[in-house]
């Protein structure tokens, strides 16, 4: 993880933030404020045990920053930021991105990003745009590291509880009835990877992932019970550049 970037502000001054801030949709972080950060994660990359260093952000936002999905310049904004991080992990040598998709200042009783709330056009509107966003995006982070390994604490792993290990009948009514729109946003991510990247699935699930044939259960059902939330268009993608991850807590 990386701190002290400096970011462009609206009014052109400039903050220091962290990883954590990244989604933002007004603070621009630049290539002429991360270059400094090169030297370093080369020399991390360059440490033959560390085989696969990759930089991590968060993907929610910090405080009341949620990015209304209607709001075309902030996540114009956010897609820079996020080719920017991709053009540093790349020109150092790393082997891609780390995500955290948790909301975490949600929790604190703010407006989940990745949630339908009032702010919001209606539910179907709203999704696809989720889904644009998503193609947006990683557009950007492709184009400058058509090859990354993209690691995220998890994916559709988070929809579980909806998909009920298979025996959820229709699950993507399901999820969409919650309001639900990660996914949405997934399916844009997948939309517009290469054929070179590689995602991997982190299903985040704490210390359980360690216990015999734990590891085989969560991959079944990470890579089956999902799939009618994956577009269809997008099935061989999440077949054939998915893997899942044995996290361990």
């Not at 991080?85 to 703010?110: F, H, I, R, T």
């Not at 184009?143 to 990354?148: L, S």
Request: hydrophobic share 40%; net charge negative.
């Amino acid at each position: 993880s990386i701190k002290d970037i400096p970011a462009v502000a609206e009014d052109g001054s400039v903050v220091k933030v962290s990883h954590s801030q990244i989604m933002n949709g007004s603070q621009r972080w630049t290539r002429e404020g991360l270059k400094r950060y090169i030297p370093v994660l080369s020399k991390i990359a360059q440490t033959p045990h560390l085989t696969e260093s990759m930089l991590i952000f968060w993907m929610s936002p910090t405080g009341d920053n949620r990015i209304g999905w209607d709001d075309d310049k902030g996540w114009a904004n956010y897609a820079e930021n996020m080719a920017a991080v991709a053009w540093l992990a790349k020109e150092s040598g790393l082997k891609g991105l780390m995500l955290d998709p948790e909301e975490y200042a949600a929790q604190g009783g703010n407006f989940a990003q990745y949630s339908l709330c009032h702010r919001d056009p209606p539910f179907e509107v709203t999704a696809k745009l989720a889904r644009q966003r998503g193609r947006e995006v990683f557009s950007r982070v492709f184009k400058e590291f058509p090859d990354a390994v993209i690691l995220s604490l998890w994916c559709f792993k988070k929809f579980g509880f909806w998909t009920e290990e298979g025996r959820q009948p229709y699950p993507l009514n399901n999820v969409d009835q919650s309001g639900e729109l990660l996914h949405y946003f997934l399916n844009g991510m997948i939309d517009v990877m290469p054929p070179e990247v590689r995602v991997v699935e982190g299903a985040e699930a704490y210390s359980r992932s360690a216990t015999d044939d734990f590891f085989l259960k969560q991959h079944v059902l990470s890579s089956t019970t999902v799939l009618p939330l994956i577009a269809p268009e997008n099935t061989a993608k999440f077949r054939s550049q998915f893997y899942m991850g044995n996290t361990h807590y």
